[in-house]
Nanobody
């Protein structure tokens, strides 16, 4: 079992920055991939970014590419999402998730992730 705890959300003005953290505990393996997703009110949960515990391969949604950076600290079992140039449309609950058997297809789809955090609210004011 894997436990994920997100932190770092909050209220920020448009153009500002936030860094989200996701601390993983329990049975984590280097073969896992970690993803960030977000869900705005009335909308489906959407992929934001993903990274594998082993290696440095990353993947981003087109809507955040160039503004958001996903990173990890293997020693701390923590994944980060640095969000720059935030826009009001980035407002959502952000979730961290773990994929036990990642492939290029599973990384972007919420249904393939096995473990989820409780989410952290990000609100960007205009």
């Amino acid at each position: 079992q894997v436990q994920l705890v997100e932190s770092g959300g909050g209220l920020v003005q448009a153009g500002g920055s936030l860094r989200l953290s996701c601390a993983a505990s329990g049975r984590t393996f280097s073969s896992y991939a970690m993803g960030w997703f977000r869900q705005a009110p009335g909308k489906v949960r959407e992929f934001v970014a993903a990274i594998r515990w082993s290696g440095d391969n990353t993947l981003y949604a087109s809507s955040v590419k160039g503004r958001f950076t996903i990173d990890k600290d293997n020693a701390k079992n923590t994944v980060y999402l640095l969000m720059n140039s935030l826009k009001p449309e980035d407002t959502a609950v952000y979730y961290c998730a773990a994929d036990r058997n990642p492939t290029a297809q599973t990384l972007v789809a919420p249904r393939w992730y096995d473990y989820w955090g409780q989410g952290t609210q990000v609100t960007v004011s205009s």
